[in-house]
Protein backbone atom coordinates (compact mmCIF):
# COMPACT_ATOMS: atom_id res chain seq x y z
CA UNK A 1 0.00 0.00 0.00
CA UNK A 2 2.59 2.22 0.70
CA UNK A 3 4.65 1.73 -2.45
CA UNK A 4 1.08 2.54 -4.12
CA UNK A 5 0.73 5.49 -2.44
CA UNK A 6 4.60 6.91 -3.43
CA UNK A 7 3.60 5.73 -7.17
CA UNK A 8 0.67 7.98 -6.76
CA UNK A 9 2.35 11.00 -5.36
CA UNK A 10 5.24 10.63 -8.15
CA UNK A 11 2.37 10.49 -11.01
CA UNK A 12 0.46 13.33 -9.49
CA UNK A 13 3.71 15.11 -9.25
CA UNK A 14 5.07 14.54 -12.82
CA UNK A 15 1.34 15.46 -14.18
CA UNK A 16 1.47 18.36 -12.05
CA UNK A 17 5.11 19.24 -13.71
CA UNK A 18 4.00 18.52 -17.46
CA UNK A 19 0.68 20.71 -16.50
CA UNK A 20 2.55 23.65 -15.60
CA UNK A 21 5.10 23.41 -18.78
CA UNK A 22 1.71 23.22 -21.12
CA UNK A 23 0.58 26.58 -19.22
CA UNK A 24 4.27 28.41 -19.48
CA UNK A 25 4.31 27.29 -23.10
CA UNK A 26 0.88 28.76 -24.11
CA UNK A 27 1.75 32.05 -22.08
CA UNK A 28 4.69 32.49 -25.18
CA UNK A 29 4.68 35.91 -26.41
CA UNK A 30 3.48 37.24 -23.54
CA UNK A 31 4.83 39.57 -21.14
CA UNK A 32 6.64 37.07 -18.47
CA UNK A 33 4.49 38.08 -15.86
CA UNK A 34 1.02 37.76 -17.57
CA UNK A 35 0.06 34.35 -16.32
CA UNK A 36 -1.92 31.47 -17.47
CA UNK A 37 -4.06 32.25 -14.32
CA UNK A 38 -4.69 36.20 -14.89
CA UNK A 39 -5.48 35.18 -18.73
CA UNK A 40 -8.01 32.70 -18.10
CA UNK A 41 -9.72 35.14 -15.12
CA UNK A 42 -9.72 37.88 -17.59
CA UNK A 43 -11.46 35.37 -20.21
CA UNK A 44 -13.54 33.82 -17.06
CA UNK A 45 -14.55 37.49 -16.05
CA UNK A 46 -15.54 38.20 -20.31
CA UNK A 47 -17.81 35.04 -20.35
CA UNK A 48 -19.71 36.69 -17.03
CA UNK A 49 -19.32 40.12 -17.42
CA UNK A 50 -18.93 40.75 -21.10
CA UNK A 51 -15.58 42.83 -20.69
CA UNK A 52 -13.03 42.19 -23.69
CA UNK A 53 -10.17 40.01 -22.38
CA UNK A 54 -8.02 41.48 -24.32
CA UNK A 55 -8.55 45.09 -23.00
CA UNK A 56 -8.19 43.64 -19.45
CA UNK A 57 -4.97 42.38 -20.21
CA UNK A 58 -3.50 45.29 -22.04
CA UNK A 59 -5.01 47.17 -18.69
CA UNK A 60 -2.87 45.07 -17.18
CA UNK A 61 0.31 45.66 -19.18
CA UNK A 62 -0.38 48.96 -19.08
CA UNK A 63 -0.78 49.79 -15.25
CA UNK A 64 1.75 47.48 -13.98
CA UNK A 65 4.23 46.41 -16.61
CA UNK A 66 8.01 47.88 -16.12
CA UNK A 67 10.04 46.46 -18.47
CA UNK A 68 10.21 42.22 -17.50
CA UNK A 69 8.44 42.86 -14.18
CA UNK A 70 5.74 44.42 -12.42
CA UNK A 71 5.25 47.46 -10.30
CA UNK A 72 5.37 47.51 -6.63
CA UNK A 73 1.84 48.15 -6.26
CA UNK A 74 1.26 44.92 -8.14
CA UNK A 75 3.48 42.80 -7.04
CA UNK A 76 3.21 43.81 -3.13
CA UNK A 77 -0.34 44.51 -3.07
CA UNK A 78 -1.72 42.57 -6.27
CA UNK A 79 -3.40 45.91 -7.83
CA UNK A 80 -3.00 45.18 -11.64
CA UNK A 81 -5.15 48.38 -12.56
CA UNK A 82 -3.98 51.04 -10.10
CA UNK A 83 -7.55 51.00 -8.48
CA UNK A 84 -8.00 53.75 -5.63
CA UNK A 85 -9.82 52.79 -2.48
CA UNK A 86 -12.54 53.82 -1.32
CA UNK A 87 -14.39 52.44 2.16
CA UNK A 88 -17.28 50.56 0.34
CA UNK A 89 -14.58 48.35 -1.18
CA UNK A 90 -14.27 46.92 2.66
CA UNK A 91 -16.41 44.27 2.56
CA UNK A 92 -15.69 42.47 -0.95
CA UNK A 93 -14.17 39.06 -0.79
CA UNK A 94 -11.31 39.90 -3.08
CA UNK A 95 -10.04 42.84 -0.97
CA UNK A 96 -7.66 42.27 2.05
CA UNK A 97 -7.52 46.42 2.70
CA UNK A 98 -5.68 49.29 1.64
CA UNK A 99 -2.03 51.18 1.01
CA UNK A 100 -1.01 54.49 0.41
CA UNK A 101 1.23 55.11 -2.48
CA UNK A 102 2.75 58.05 -4.52
CA UNK A 103 1.53 58.22 -7.97
CA UNK A 104 1.30 60.30 -11.08
CA UNK A 105 -1.44 61.47 -12.63
CA UNK A 106 -2.50 63.67 -15.94
CA UNK A 107 -5.00 66.41 -14.84
CA UNK A 108 -4.15 68.71 -17.49
CA UNK A 109 -3.23 67.66 -20.86
CA UNK A 110 0.40 67.55 -20.69
CA UNK A 111 1.00 68.30 -16.96
CA UNK A 112 2.26 65.59 -14.82
CA UNK A 113 1.21 65.99 -10.89
CA UNK A 114 2.69 63.50 -8.33
CA UNK A 115 -0.25 62.94 -5.37
CA UNK A 116 -0.25 60.64 -2.47
CA UNK A 117 -3.51 58.70 -2.20
CA UNK A 118 -4.79 54.92 -0.90
CA UNK A 119 -4.93 52.61 -3.04
CA UNK A 120 -6.85 48.80 -2.48
CA UNK A 121 -4.74 45.61 -1.70
CA UNK A 122 -6.15 42.83 -2.92
CA UNK A 123 -5.78 38.90 -1.90
CA UNK A 124 -4.54 37.82 -5.53
CA UNK A 125 -4.02 38.48 -8.93
CA UNK A 126 -7.06 37.09 -9.88
CA UNK A 127 -9.04 38.43 -7.19
CA UNK A 128 -7.74 41.70 -8.69
CA UNK A 129 -9.26 40.47 -12.04
CA UNK A 130 -12.61 39.46 -10.76
CA UNK A 131 -12.92 42.23 -8.79
CA UNK A 132 -12.69 44.65 -11.69
CA UNK A 133 -15.64 43.06 -13.48
CA UNK A 134 -17.74 42.06 -10.84
CA UNK A 135 -17.65 45.35 -8.73
CA UNK A 136 -15.49 48.51 -9.93
CA UNK A 137 -16.81 48.86 -13.50
CA UNK A 138 -20.21 47.80 -12.12
CA UNK A 139 -20.26 51.30 -11.18
CA UNK A 140 -23.13 53.09 -13.28
CA UNK A 141 -20.95 55.89 -15.11
CA UNK A 142 -18.78 52.60 -16.77
CA UNK A 143 -22.06 50.64 -17.01
CA UNK A 144 -23.96 52.52 -18.77
CA UNK A 145 -21.58 53.86 -20.65
CA UNK A 146 -22.74 53.41 -24.32
CA UNK A 147 -19.07 52.63 -25.68
CA UNK A 148 -18.69 49.97 -23.05
CA UNK A 149 -22.24 48.73 -24.03
CA UNK A 150 -21.39 48.55 -27.54
CA UNK A 151 -18.00 46.90 -26.40
CA UNK A 152 -19.77 44.57 -24.41
CA UNK A 153 -22.10 43.71 -27.21
CA UNK A 154 -19.27 43.43 -30.24
CA UNK A 155 -16.51 41.83 -28.02
CA UNK A 156 -14.47 44.73 -28.99
CA UNK A 157 -11.11 45.40 -26.88
CA UNK A 158 -10.55 48.70 -28.83
CA UNK A 159 -14.50 50.21 -27.88
CA UNK A 160 -13.55 48.97 -24.39
CA UNK A 161 -10.23 50.97 -24.25
CA UNK A 162 -12.09 54.45 -25.51
CA UNK A 163 -15.47 53.36 -23.36
CA UNK A 164 -13.18 53.21 -20.26
CA UNK A 165 -11.31 56.64 -21.09
CA UNK A 166 -14.76 58.11 -21.71
CA UNK A 167 -16.12 56.71 -18.23
CA UNK A 168 -12.97 58.57 -16.61
CA UNK A 169 -10.90 55.21 -16.08
CA UNK A 170 -7.45 57.03 -16.74
CA UNK A 171 -6.71 61.27 -16.59
CA UNK A 172 -3.89 60.63 -19.35
CA UNK A 173 -4.75 61.77 -22.39
CA UNK A 174 -2.82 58.91 -24.24
CA UNK A 175 -4.35 56.09 -22.37
CA UNK A 176 -6.51 54.67 -25.32
CA UNK A 177 -3.72 54.74 -27.84
CA UNK A 178 -1.57 53.19 -25.35
CA UNK A 179 -4.29 50.41 -25.14
CA UNK A 180 -4.80 49.68 -28.37
CA UNK A 181 -0.48 49.59 -28.83
CA UNK A 182 -0.44 47.38 -26.32
CA UNK A 183 -3.15 45.15 -28.12
CA UNK A 184 -1.16 45.75 -31.15
CA UNK A 185 2.30 44.38 -30.18
CA UNK A 186 0.63 41.32 -28.51
CA UNK A 187 -2.31 40.06 -30.47
CA UNK A 188 -4.32 40.33 -27.39
CA UNK A 189 -7.24 40.98 -29.21
CA UNK A 190 -7.60 37.13 -29.98
CA UNK A 191 -8.50 36.84 -26.50
CA UNK A 192 -12.67 38.77 -27.18
CA UNK A 193 -13.44 35.59 -28.83
CA UNK A 194 -11.95 32.81 -26.96
CA UNK A 195 -13.48 30.99 -24.25
CA UNK A 196 -11.78 29.33 -21.00
CA UNK A 197 -12.58 25.92 -22.82
CA UNK A 198 -10.43 27.48 -25.69
CA UNK A 199 -7.79 28.47 -23.14
CA UNK A 200 -7.87 25.32 -21.64
CA UNK A 201 -7.59 22.94 -25.04
CA UNK A 202 -4.51 24.94 -26.00
CA UNK A 203 -5.24 27.61 -28.36
CA UNK A 204 -3.18 29.84 -27.27
CA UNK A 205 -0.28 27.69 -27.57
CA UNK A 206 -2.23 27.05 -31.41
CA UNK A 207 -2.31 30.62 -31.75
CA UNK A 208 1.89 30.89 -31.23
CA UNK A 209 2.25 28.49 -33.98
CA UNK A 210 -0.17 30.09 -36.81
CA UNK A 211 1.94 33.11 -36.19
CA UNK A 212 4.92 31.89 -36.50
CA UNK A 213 3.81 29.90 -39.95
CA UNK A 214 2.85 33.29 -40.99
CA UNK A 215 5.97 35.02 -40.11
CA UNK A 216 7.95 32.39 -43.17
CA UNK A 217 5.17 33.52 -45.67
CA UNK A 218 7.52 33.92 -48.84
CA UNK A 219 10.93 32.26 -47.31
CA UNK A 220 12.21 30.16 -50.19
CA UNK A 221 12.03 26.05 -50.29
CA UNK A 222 15.18 24.46 -49.24
CA UNK A 223 15.61 20.81 -49.02
CA UNK A 224 16.86 20.06 -45.74
CA UNK A 225 16.33 23.80 -44.65
CA UNK A 226 15.92 24.81 -40.61
CA UNK A 227 16.61 28.22 -40.88
CA UNK A 228 13.53 30.83 -40.94
CA UNK A 229 13.99 33.53 -42.71
CA UNK A 230 16.89 31.98 -45.15
CA UNK A 231 15.19 28.40 -46.39
CA UNK A 232 13.12 25.98 -45.01
CA UNK A 233 11.95 22.79 -46.14
CA UNK A 234 8.04 21.44 -45.00
CA UNK A 235 9.22 20.05 -42.01
CA UNK A 236 11.70 22.59 -40.84
CA UNK A 237 8.65 24.71 -41.23
CA UNK A 238 6.33 22.40 -38.57
CA UNK A 239 9.62 22.10 -36.35
CA UNK A 240 10.22 26.00 -36.42
CA UNK A 241 6.95 27.32 -35.59
CA UNK A 242 6.35 24.16 -32.93
CA UNK A 243 9.54 25.34 -31.18
CA UNK A 244 7.85 28.96 -30.76
CA UNK A 245 5.45 27.69 -28.78
CA UNK A 246 8.31 26.02 -26.73
CA UNK A 247 7.26 22.42 -28.17
CA UNK A 248 9.88 20.33 -29.35
CA UNK A 249 9.56 18.21 -31.90
CA UNK A 250 11.77 15.76 -34.55
CA UNK A 251 12.89 16.87 -37.67
CA UNK A 252 11.91 14.64 -40.31
CA UNK A 253 8.04 14.76 -41.24
CA UNK A 254 7.32 10.84 -40.58
CA UNK A 255 8.84 11.55 -37.00
CA UNK A 256 6.42 14.40 -36.59
CA UNK A 257 3.64 12.06 -37.44
CA UNK A 258 5.06 9.74 -35.34
CA UNK A 259 5.31 11.52 -32.68
CA UNK A 260 1.69 12.95 -32.18
CA UNK A 261 -1.76 11.66 -32.45
CA UNK A 262 -3.59 11.05 -36.04
CA UNK A 263 -6.88 11.66 -35.99
CA UNK A 264 -8.86 13.03 -39.40
CA UNK A 265 -8.34 16.37 -40.77
CA UNK A 266 -11.93 17.29 -40.16
CA UNK A 267 -10.78 17.57 -36.45
CA UNK A 268 -7.68 19.75 -37.22
CA UNK A 269 -8.00 22.76 -34.95
CA UNK A 270 -5.14 25.77 -36.27
CA UNK A 271 -2.09 25.07 -34.95
CA UNK A 272 -1.78 21.21 -35.95
CA UNK A 273 0.13 19.80 -38.25
CA UNK A 274 -1.06 18.18 -41.36
CA UNK A 275 0.47 15.33 -42.93
CA UNK A 276 0.51 13.03 -45.59
CA UNK A 277 3.54 11.00 -46.58
CA UNK A 278 6.28 13.03 -47.33
CA UNK A 279 4.62 15.98 -46.69
CA UNK A 280 3.50 18.14 -43.96
CA UNK A 281 2.03 21.93 -43.23
CA UNK A 282 0.84 24.05 -40.49
CA UNK A 283 -3.05 24.01 -40.08
CA UNK A 284 -4.52 28.04 -39.75
CA UNK A 285 -8.09 26.97 -40.12
CA UNK A 286 -10.81 27.91 -42.60
CA UNK A 287 -9.54 24.82 -44.38
CA UNK A 288 -6.30 26.51 -45.39
CA UNK A 289 -2.75 25.37 -44.17
CA UNK A 290 0.40 27.35 -45.00
CA UNK A 291 3.12 25.09 -45.93
CA UNK A 292 6.82 24.99 -48.12
CA UNK A 293 5.64 23.31 -50.75
CA UNK A 294 8.77 22.02 -53.28
CA UNK A 295 12.00 23.20 -54.90
CA UNK A 296 12.14 26.12 -56.47
CA UNK A 297 8.71 27.85 -54.23
CA UNK A 298 8.61 29.92 -51.65
CA UNK A 299 6.53 29.41 -48.06
CA UNK A 300 2.67 29.76 -48.96
CA UNK A 301 -1.14 30.22 -47.63
CA UNK A 302 -2.77 27.12 -49.72
CA UNK A 303 -6.58 25.98 -49.28
CA UNK A 304 -7.63 22.38 -49.63
CA UNK A 305 -6.77 20.27 -46.30
CA UNK A 306 -8.28 16.97 -47.39
CA UNK A 307 -5.35 16.95 -49.58
CA UNK A 308 -3.45 15.53 -46.51
CA UNK A 309 -4.20 12.08 -44.98
CA UNK A 310 -4.08 13.02 -41.46
CA UNK A 311 -3.80 15.94 -39.01
CA UNK A 312 -1.00 15.25 -36.08
CA UNK A 313 -2.39 16.40 -32.29
CA UNK A 314 0.82 17.30 -30.49
CA UNK A 315 -0.14 19.85 -28.33
Excluded at 50 to 62: E, N, S, V, Y
Excluded at 102 to 124: C, L, M, N
Excluded at 149 to 166: C, H, P, V
Aim: glycine share 10%; hydrophobic share 35%; net charge negative.
Amino acid sequence: MLIALLVGQMVSALFGFWDAEDKKRSMEGLPPYITYEMVEEAIRCQEEYGHPAGCTIAQIIAESGQGESMSQLATRDHNLFGMKWTASFASAPEVAGKAGWSTKEEYTPGEITTITAYFTVFKGDVECIRFRSRVFLQASHYRNNALIREAISEKSSDKMAEGLKDAGWATSSSYVESLKSIMDTYNLRRFDSMSVEDLDRGALSGDVIVQAAYSQLGVPYVWGGSTPGVGLDCSGLTQYCYAKAGIQIPRQSEAQAAFGKKVPVSQASPGDILWRPGHVAIYIGGDQYIHEPHTGAVCTIASGASYFTSAIKIR
